[in-house]
């Protein structure tokens, strides 16, 4: 059977980080990971880069966000990869807010909000897409203002299927989709996972603080913990030349490998899937950022002034801006990867392990509940001898009983409809 691979031109949203040090364009993918690595930097310190990230979709509401790096130096972190001996890296970035408007060839104007975030959000939902657009942006903080070239509305692709499927010689699930293009052999994927996991352990109990009734704290019967949590990822983009490919189609093209022991196909996985068809300016954009940026470890560092894409300052052509921003439709569909559809999922071996290092040894006792309270453990389960008799709790640190402290959220997103 054959390996299921990961391959990924990825651009992480709404950082935008593209790896690209040793991508590969197979099959006319170009591949990009969201990893970051070591750089030389021939840039003077106070040299700044705006980054554009977004794009205007016809029939939907568009977000455009605006990043400027901090500059460069020595000595500085966040850039170098692990053990690296680079003494040169950027000081990283932040968004910044903007103002501004979609503009039709024949003049009309869509005007963006601003987002709590810093994104400018237009609603696009009734674009007309027999017109050419352009947009211009603002950063109210310096007054600097930005546009794009004109740009036509592009059609989207048809999404033919979109699954997964079981590989059990290599022990992963794979997630897989079929695209046929129609106006353009250039393509971009983008997809997002979210996922349903329950807690690493459960507990029917909570506690009570210590009062003058109970100077050790009380444990009672409630459970306090989410039964759930829902976990989103950034998006990740790949862009295709459908061209190289059999009938121009992309087919059955694995999107990504979750190993068996990978916590997010434990519960329910969602895969939501988004294409659009690109110019092929745009896919040139990102083929010779790759081609011509293998020492560099994403958007945001220093980059040939070749490689600016189809915006500028319009008062200042030589700052130096990247970021390709387009103008198309997009299809969409969502795939949920349930665990009881498959039954895959396998604790990975050092799982039992793991959770017994987070629980206590033996029964805590009384004296001790609200000392091990406020090292962040919580009880866990009763014990009772081999006549029946109760004889205490064990307790567990918090944070294998509380989903919410790996970063999810009890709170069912308004679109998940599994």
């Given at each position: 059977?054959?390996?299921?691979?990961?391959?990924?031109?990825?651009?992480?949203?709404?950082?935008?980080?593209?790896?690209?040090?040793?991508?590969?364009?197979?099959?006319?993918?170009?591949?990009?990971?969201?990893?970051?690595?070591?750089?030389?930097?021939?840039?003077?310190?106070?040299?700044?880069?705006?980054?554009?990230?977004?794009?205007?979709?016809?029939?939907?509401?568009?977000?455009?966000?605006?990043?400027?790096?901090?500059?460069?130096?020595?000595?500085?972190?966040?850039?170098?990869?692990p053990?690296?001996?680079?003494?040169?890296?950027?000081y990283?970035?932040?968004?910044?807010?903007?103002?501004?408007?979609?503009?039709?060839?024949?003049?009309?104007?869509?005007?963006?909000?601003?987002?709590?975030?810093?994104?400018?959000r237009?609603?696009?939902?009734?674009?007309?897409?027999?017109?050419?657009?352009?947009?211009?942006?603002?950063?109210?903080?310096?007054?600097?203002?930005?546009?794009?070239?004109w740009?036509?509305?592009?059609?989207?692709?048809?999404?033919?299927?979109?699954?997964?499927?079981?590989?059990?010689?290599?022990?992963?699930?794979?997630?897989?989709?079929?695209?046929?293009a129609?106006?353009?052999?250039?393509?971009?994927?983008?997809?997002?996972?979210?996922?349903?996991?329950t807690?690493?352990?459960?507990?029917?109990?909570?506690?009570?603080?210590?009062?003058?009734?109970?100077?050790?704290?009380?444990?009672?019967?409630?459970?306090?913990?989410?039964?759930?949590?829902?976990?989103?990822?950034?998006?990740?983009?790949?862009?295709?030349?459908?061209?190289?490919?059999?009938?121009?189609?992309?087919?059955?093209?694995?999107?990504?490998?979750?190993?068996?022991?990978?916590?997010?196909?434990?519960?329910?996985?969602?895969?939501?899937?988004?294409?659009?068809?690109?110019?092929?300016?745009?896919?040139?954009?990102?083929?010779?950022?790759?081609?011509?940026?293998?020492?560099?470890?994403?958007?945001f560092?220093?980059?040939?002034?070749?490689?600016r894409?189809?915006?500028?300052?319009?008062?200042?052509?030589?700052?130096?801006?990247?970021?390709?921003?387009?103008?198309?439709?997009?299809?969409?569909?969502d795939?949920?990867?349930?665990?009881?559809?498959?039954?895959?999922?396998?604790?990975?071996?050092?799982?039992?392990?793991t959770?017994?290092?987070?629980?206590?040894?033996?029964?805590?006792?009384?004296?001790?509940?609200y000392?091990?309270?406020?090292?962040?453990?919580?009880?866990?389960?009763?014990?009772?001898?081999?006549?029946?008799?109760?004889?205490?709790?064990t307790?567990?640190?918090?944070?294998?009983?509380?989903?919410?402290?790996?970063?999810?959220t009890?709170?069912i997103?308004?679109?998940?409809?599994?």
């Amino acid at each position: 059977m054959a390996r299921c691979s990961l391959n990924s031109n990825i651009i992480a949203r709404p950082f935008v980080r593209a790896l690209l040090k040793g991508c590969a364009a197979i099959g006319g993918v170009i591949t990009m990971s969201a990893c970051t690595y070591q750089f030389n930097v021939d840039y003077h310190e106070d040299t700044k880069i705006v980054v554009f990230n977004g794009d205007i979709i016809a029939g939907s509401e568009s977000v455009i966000y605006g990043y400027v790096t901090k500059g460069f130096g020595n000595g500085q972190t966040g850039a170098l990869s692990p053990g690296s001996d680079q003494a040169t890296a950027y000081y990283g970035y932040d968004t910044f807010a903007m103002e501004g408007y979609l503009e039709s060839e024949d003049g009309a104007r869509i005007k963006g909000t601003l987002e709590t975030d810093n994104g400018l959000r237009f609603d696009t939902s009734n674009l007309d897409i027999s017109k050419r657009y352009r947009l211009h942006l603002k950063n109210t903080a310096n007054g600097s203002e930005y546009m794009t070239d004109w740009s036509d509305v592009l059609g989207a692709p048809v999404i033919d299927s979109l699954s997964y499927y079981i590989n059990y010689e290599d022990k992963t699930l794979c997630s897989r989709v079929s695209v046929s293009a129609q106006d353009t052999p250039y393509i971009s994927i983008t997809s997002s996972y979210s996922w349903k996991v329950t807690p690493w352990a459960k507990t029917y109990f909570g506690y009570d603080e210590p009062d003058e009734s109970y100077p050790n704290g009380q444990v009672v019967l409630r459970n306090e913990y989410p039964l759930f949590c829902y976990t989103p990822a950034d998006d990740i983009i790949r862009t295709f030349a459908t061209v190289t490919m059999k009938e121009g189609k992309l087919v059955n093209y694995t999107l990504d490998e979750f190993p068996r022991d990978d916590r997010r196909i434990s519960g329910t996985l969602r895969l939501r899937l988004k294409t659009r068809q690109i110019s092929k300016q745009s896919y040139l954009y990102w083929q010779n950022l790759e081609k011509t940026s293998s020492m560099t470890g994403d958007l945001f560092t220093p980059t040939p002034s070749s490689m600016r894409g189809n915006i500028i300052n319009v008062s200042d052509e030589n700052e130096m801006v990247l970021g390709y921003i387009g103008m198309s439709l997009e299809s969409h569909k969502d795939l949920y990867i349930k665990h009881e559809d498959h039954m895959f999922y396998r604790a990975p071996e050092s799982f039992q392990l793991t959770l017994n290092s987070y629980t206590s040894d033996g029964i805590v006792p009384e004296s001790l509940w609200y000392q091990n309270y406020t090292k962040g453990n919580r009880p866990y389960k009763d014990i009772y001898d081999d006549m029946g008799f109760f004889m205490g709790y064990t307790w567990i640190n918090k944070i294998c009983l509380d989903c919410t402290l790996a970063g999810g959220t009890p709170e069912i997103p308004e679109d998940w409809n599994e």
